[in-house]
């Protein structure tokens, strides 16, 4: 019996990730089928429900859980589940056309050129793109990198349960480090922790970063250096090289016993106080009983206040998650 914290809204992980025994007819039939492009962002939200991350998501949301998941963190769909940001899929407005309700169409990620998976169409929609940025970023401003990518999407949204049908590039490169969260499970029940804080990191790991994951073993049976592997604005460093520059001072300067590093194909959204909260919940979906939650937390420029992220949790419904967050100061 594991002793981790349970999957969010679940007893059981729920990935989404074809059986790789019935995959390659899989491809073959979605090859045949209409071809829906995916953004970056799109792609990375996919394979977090492809790999369980995003567990118990089925697929792209509707209308319905996306408005109430922009203004009061809730899936009604999932008996109103806690759920802090819309995960959807856009597309142009001749292509949700060209679609009926109920059929099959291929899901491709449009920088690579990959077949991704499946999605059965349930529903077409329109959004207020300008209502959910204020809702998830708090701001409109399109300087703002996660308004960018909400502004410039596609005008009608797709929504349905999705197969996944391939983990792109991340295994062959990035190794053991990119992980499901069923094999950090694994890892933290060999080790036999129980209670887990998870570092999360988009940038080469420094001195403070450091300093917060020894606090947190000093609380916890382990800590989860876990980095973003997916894409981050331009200028930000390509995550090839800061997984190299992590691995060597994790390496050099932490008890390998009370360490493990892991990654994710998510793209970062820049969105501050909600994006600490998704992180939560997909670090909860890992195994991990905390959330390191530091100064500016998942922020950009000045569009949050350095510790929003950490007054943000003040706002969860009691018992809508199990994971606790682990505040830093300065």
Not at 100 to 125: N, P, R
Request: aromatic share 8%; proline share 7%.
């Amino acid at each position: 019996m594991s002793r981790l914290v349970p999957p969010h809204g679940s007893t059981e992980l729920k990935p989404l990730l074809a059986d790789p025994a019935v995959r390659k007819d899989e491809l073959k039939r979605t090859e045949k089928l209409k071809k829906i492009p995916m953004t970056s962002r799109e792609t990375g939200d996919l394979l977090m429900m492809g790999i369980g991350a995003f567990t118990p998501l089925d697929g792209f949301m509707g209308r319905d859980d996306w408005l109430a998941c922009c203004e009061r963190y809730a899936l009604p769909s999932k008996k109103d589940l806690f759920w802090p940001i819309p995960i959807t899929l856009s597309t142009t407005e001749d292509l949700a056309k060209s679609v009926s309700i109920g059929e099959d169409v291929g899901l491709w990620d449009t920088e690579t050129g990959t077949l991704m998976g499946t999605l059965k169409v349930a529903e077409k929609y329109t959004i207020d793109k300008e209502h959910e940025c204020k809702e998830i970023f708090q701001t409109v401003d399109p300087e703002h990198p996660g308004v960018q990518k909400v502004m410039s999407q596609g005008p009608v949204n797709l929504a349905g349960p999705v197969k996944v049908l391939s983990e792109s590039f991340f295994p062959k490169e990035f190794g053991s480090i990119y992980q499901t969260p069923m094999q950090a499970r694994k890892l933290f029940q060999e080790r036999d922790w129980s209670t887990v804080a998870a570092l999360q990191l988009r940038n080469p790991m420094h001195n403070s970063h450091a300093y917060l994951a020894w606090v947190a073993i000093e609380v916890c049976d382990g800590v989860y250096i876990h980095q973003l592997l997916g894409k981050l604005k331009p200028g930000d460093i390509p995550a090839d090289v800061r997984v190299r520059a992590i691995d060597a001072l994790v390496n050099k300067y932490f008890r390998k016993e009370r360490v493990i590093q892991g990654g994710y194909p998510m793209e970062m959204r820049y969105a501050g106080p909600r994006e600490a909260l998704l992180h939560a919940v997909f670090r909860q979906n890992y195994g991990c009983s905390h959330l390191i939650v530091g100064r500016d937390h998942a922020g950009v420029g000045n569009y949050y206040g350095p510790f929003d992220a950490q007054k943000i949790f003040h706002e969860v419904p009691a018992g809508a998650l199990a994971i606790h967050p682990l505040c830093m100061d300065w």
